[in-house]
């Protein structure tokens, strides 16, 4: 999500993200939003911050790759409840939009990416 910050040339901030989480069989899992953090079904939740970032292979189409380090909501139990890093790799979109905008203008730009959860032994 970008919310346009002045009026003619499209020039955005990023807001926040808005995503759904799915396995790697297309099932729904949880979701992904500001903070940033990831919320599993089954109840655990873990917050990110950001360790280091890498350009995608494209930059010019897709959003950087991340590592985060995670902080899981504490005395939890579930799939989140251990993760220790998070990296976010093969972005696909999610640029700043590019052309007009007028002020109050939020947009939301589709993008995916793998996310990768690892966790202490």
Known sequence: ???CTSSGTFSATSREPEAGLFTLRGIPAGIHGKGPFWANFDGSHVDGSLAGSVDSPDPSKNIKWLKLTATPT???TGVFSNVALIQRTD????LT???PC???KTVAVDYSAIYVFWAKK
């Open 91 to 94: 972005t696909r979109g999610g």
């Open 102 to 104: 007028t002020v109050p």
């Open 97 to 99: 939009p590019a052309g």
């Open 1 to 3: 999500m970008y919310d």
């Open 74 to 76: 504490p005395n939890t």
